[in-house]
């Protein structure tokens, strides 16, 4: 199993910045792709950017220039810098792992951490 812990939310005005972590524990040699979503009220999650363990991100057009994820494999970290952050941005954001791991006798593909709340006043 893998357990994830966001940190990092919190409030910020319009345009500041935001630096999320997201520490994976147990058996991280199973993930091969790491991600960051958010859902806001009402909403869907959807996905705000991923990382491969070769190190290729992919954006949505939403936060392309605004939003870099990148991974510390020592720490076995992840973070998301949140940059220009808008009042669309208000959101609980979840950290994802995506691999393979036998659990239980059955297939388990992915990993969810608890979410983390950003709120971006106008």
């Known amino acids: 199993q893998v357990q994830l812990v966001e940190s990092g939310g919190g409030l910020v005005q319009a345009g500041g910045s935001l630096r999320l972590s997201c520490a994976a524990t147990?058996?991280?040699?199973?993930?091969?792709?790491m991600g960051w979503y958010c859902q806001a009220p009402g909403k869907q999650r959807e996905l705000v950017a991923m990382?491969?363990?070769?190190?290729?991100?992919t954006y949505p057009d939403s936060v392309k220039g605004r939003f870099t994820i990148s991974r510390d494999n020592a720490k076995n970290t992840v973070y998301l810098q949140m940059n220009s952050l808008k009042p669309e941005d208000t959101a609980v954001y979840y950290c994802?792992?995506?691999?393979?791991?036998?659990?239980?006798?059955?297939?388990?593909?992915?990993?969810w951490g608890q979410g983390t709340q950003v709120t971006v006043s106008s």
């Open positions: 990382i491969t363990n070769g190190g290729t991100t």
């Open positions: 994802n792992a995506v691999g393979r791991w036998m659990v239980n006798g059955k297939w388990q593909y992915a990993y």
């Open positions: 147990g058996s991280i040699s199973g993930i091969n792709t």
